[in-house]
């Protein structure tokens, strides 16, 4: 399975841009890579999700590197609800049926 | 938010003893899940469904089985619960594969085993 790695924990100040990495260098040609968070007490959210291009939507911004083996989640204007765990996450796919492996995440707290 | 409900929220129960535990839909989506999250571990997938009466198992299945009679009903069974089954377990829904869809969780079930 291809396995993704971020750091533990960050850091960032209220209203500003965060930016949280993940490396995959062994994801292969078809995984897509998706990105979760799980405010305390709750069931994770989806945030993003993307194959080759960056992507942008009302929550983040997905940069994807060129070699695919690494992305970075893009918060542009941080907020205290942002505060959460966030899972980076290839999907893998087995016997035609495609699974979501979560690591530990990165746990984002945010500065007032 | 998507319509997924999980039951009971809580569940304190005895080792040897068996839990269902329930997750509800009201999306139709084709695919459910149940994971469990543990300190430590993030979300680990315990067993899938992709379709009525169609499972799978996920990573960490031994002592849970799941039954899947009608498309918004999903169940996790401990057959004899034991106190490393404690734990939070959410279920999710998709509608499409995982790489072109949306996973939506539920609030998640705290179950501790005496």
């Known amino acids: 399975d291809a396995k993704t790695t971020q750091p533990n924990s960050m850091e960032s100040n209220e209203e500003e841009p965060v930016h949280l990495p993940c490396n995959h260098s062994t994801i292969s040609g078809t995984d897509y890579i998706h990105w979760y968070r799980q405010l305390p007490s709750q069931g994770p959210e989806y945030v993003i999700h993307g194959l080759t291009s960056n992507v942008n939507n009302r929550m983040a911004s997905l940069a994807i590197a060129e070699d695919r083996k690494s992305s970075t989640l893009i918060l542009h204007r941080a907020t205290l609800r942002d505060a959460a765990v966030y899972y980076c996450?290839?999907?893998?796919?087995?016997?035609?049926?495609?699974?979501?492996?979560f690591g530990t995440g990165t746990r984002l707290t945010i500065i007032p | 938010d998507a319509g997924i409900t999980q039951s009971p929220r809580h569940k304190v129960t005895e080792t040897g003893t068996p839990v269902t535990l329930r997750c509800h839909q009201t999306?139709?989506?084709?695919?459910m899940y149940w994971y469990r999250q543990d300190p430590g571990h993030g979300l680990r997938l315990i067993h899938y469904?992709?379709?009525?009466?169609?499972?799978d198992k996920g990573e960490v299945s031994d002592g849970y089985s799941v039954s899947r009679s009608k498309t918004e009903d999903f169940l996790l069974t401990l057959e004899s619960a034991t106190s490393s089954q404690t734990s939070v377990y959410f279920c999710a829904i998709s509608d499409l594969a995982i790489s072109t869809d949306t996973q939506y969780f539920g609030p998640g079930t705290r179950l501790t085993v005496l």
């Open positions: 996450i290839l999907s893998d796919q087995q016997f035609g049926n495609e699974k979501l492996t």
């Open positions: 999306e139709n989506h084709r695919y």
């Open positions: 469904s992709y379709g009525v009466k169609d499972t």
